[in-house]
């Protein structure tokens, strides 16, 4: 569709690691284009991870990349396992619960249900 989001980059300074961390814990799987770069596959949007030291965190004001989870607690169990670091624990919000994570490159991200 012309005019919406249809592809999101992001940096990660450990790609083989980051990769390996989203296959275990979410199920995606990639296309490595080169040493430095990876399309993501699976994952509901398409994107990919770009080699940088560069890292998307809210609090430099990177934009959230959020994921839904119909199962919130296995989803933080499974990050978890991964090797995620959780961020900020389960809590409430209005029009559901969450959660925030970084990956194995620093990157924060969330999972939320309602």
Same mark, same amino acid.
């Given at each position: 569709?012309?005019?919406? =989001?249809?592809?999101?980059e $992001?940096?990660?300074?450990?790609?083989?690691? %980051?990769?390996?961390f989203?296959?275990a814990? &979410? *199920? $995606? %799987?990639?296309i490595?284009y080169?040493?430095?770069?990876?399309? =993501? @596959?699976?994952?509901?949007?398409?994107? *990919? &991870?770009?080699?940088?030291?560069? /890292?998307a @965190? %809210?609090? %430099?004001?990177?934009?959230?990349?959020?994921?839904?989870?119909?199962?919130?607690?296995?989803?933080?169990? /499974?990050?978890? @396992?991964?090797?995620?670091?959780?961020?900020k624990p389960?809590f409430? &919000?209005?029009g559901? /619960?969450? &959660?925030?994570?970084?990956?194995?490159? *620093?990157?924060e991200?969330?999972? $939320?249900s309602?």
């Amino acid at each position: 569709m012309s005019e919406k =989001i249809n592809y999101v980059e $992001w940096p990660v300074s450990n790609l083989e690691g %980051t990769k390996a961390f989203f296959s275990a814990a &979410f *199920g $995606w %799987t990639f296309i490595d284009y080169g040493p430095d770069y990876a399309s =993501i @596959q699976g994952a509901g949007l398409d994107g *990919g &991870f770009y080699r940088s030291e560069l /890292r998307a @965190q %809210t609090s %430099t004001g990177s934009a959230l990349i959020v994921l839904y989870s119909a199962h919130l607690e296995d989803a933080l169990q /499974r990050v978890e @396992q991964a090797g995620g670091n959780i961020v900020k624990p389960i809590f409430s &919000f209005p029009g559901g /619960r969450r &959660f925030h994570f970084s990956d194995p490159s *620093g990157n924060e991200y969330a999972v $939320w249900s309602e």
